[in-house]
């Protein structure tokens, strides 16, 4: 299933403000730091993994009891095969991906290329260049039993 994201959707908002778990903030400002030389290290070689990232931090919310989703996102379909690239604006345009994971938990995405988590809404219409769809990848109960093995 697509959900294609347009400014009039709204995702559900919690009344009150979540507390985000410690570890989780220190993990997203740790890899926030690395993944601002576009995902690489000093010699130019990848670095990092959005998919790992994803995994790691779904590890973390599962351990906290939370039930955290992998989101995969791709740029719009061009044709019944081919999808647009995604541009992050953060690199302002020194990236361009075929598409991109994130966990998302209680209704927002945790990824450490931006400095903090955001509504899914306003991360999915603000984080690239050009709109974007995305689909649930992986649900909690596969990732317990993937990454933490409960079932």
């Not at 299933?1 to 570890?23: D, F, G, K, L, R």
């Not at 926030?32 to 790691?56: F, K, P, Q």
């Not at 779904?58 to 939370?66: D, S």
């Amino acid at each position: 299933m697509i959900v294609v994201m347009n400014p009039e959707s709204t995702q559900p908002t919690e009344n009150e403000p979540q507390n985000e778990i410690p570890e989780i903030m220190d993990y997203m400002a740790r890899k926030h730091e690395t993944l601002g030389n576009n995902y690489r290290d000093e010699s130019g070689e990848y670095a990092d993994s959005c998919v790992l990232i994803a995994d790691d931090l779904a590890t973390v919310f599962l351990r906290h009891g939370q039930e955290p989703q992998i989101l995969r996102i791709r740029g719009h379909l061009i044709d019944r095969i081919n999808t647009a690239s995604i541009k992050p604006r953060i690199y302002e345009g020194r990236v361009d991906w075929g598409g991109h994971s994130v966990c998302a938990n209680n209704g927002k995405v945790y990824d450490p290329m931006l400095a903090s988590p955001e509504d899914i809404d306003t991360y999915m219409l603000s984080t690239f260049d050009q709109p974007v769809d995305y689909t649930v990848a992986l649900e909690a109960a596969v990732l317990r039993s993937r990454l933490i093995g409960e079932s």
